[in-house]
């Protein structure tokens, strides 16, 4: 067997793996950017690991919250809309809308024909929740593992499986948690 001649050190990405502390900035910044945020996105998360978890339920209840993820997240979160499915179909949709023309042409390439094809990317499951392709719809805040549901009926979670208004939620954090 060949013996490995590279010493160099292994790169560790500018990431958080569990288990880890979140870098200072984290715990120094947390308060001051919640006081000033208009909008809150969500984007690919199950949101199970605390501190980060606690952000949504931090958030001032007159701040949107918008839920871009392949299912709904179980607990007490209510987001104000949720956006279910692959999440950069999502992000790429919201782009086009918003005809953020810099981000669409520097990711082109990265769109496969036939998504530009689509002429209605989603469906609307209730009010507030859209399914994209690759959405894992939910009854009752557990999510059916490769699961596409396409009908209002078999994909709006049960209305008790819902999470407290934003306001109560405001109410049960606790910023010095976050700010630890």
């Known amino acids: ?5 590279d010493t ?25 950017d919640l006081s000033r945020a208009d909008l809150l996105f969500v984007i690919g998360t199950s949101l199970n690991v605390a501190p980060v978890a606690e952000i949504p339920l931090c958030c001032p209840p007159e701040v949107p919250q918008i839920l871009v993820n392949r299912s709904p997240v179980s607990g007490t979160y209510t987001f104000d809309v949720e956006l279910l499915g692959d999440c950069d179909e999502i992000i790429r949709h919201l782009s086009m809308e918003l005809q953020w023309d810099a981000f669409l042409s520097a990711h082109d390439s990265e769109v496969p024909e036939k998504a530009k094809e689509h002429s209605t990317p989603f469906t609307q499951v209730a009010p507030t929740v859209l399914a994209f392709s690759g959405a894992i719809l939910n009854r009752a805040g557990a999510a059916h593992s490769g699961e596409e549901a396409h009908s209002a009926e078999e994909s709006v979670p049960d209305e008790n499986s ?4 934003p306001s109560t939620q405001h109410q049960m954090c606790h910023r010095d948690d976050l700010a630890r």
């Open 1 to 5: 067997a060949a013996e490995r001649q």
């Open 8 to 32: 160099q050190p292994v790169i560790k990405p500018d990431i958080v793996f569990f288990g880890e502390s979140l870098p200072n900035d984290f715990h120094e910044r947390i308060e001051e």
């Open 162 to 165: 819902r999470a407290p208004s």
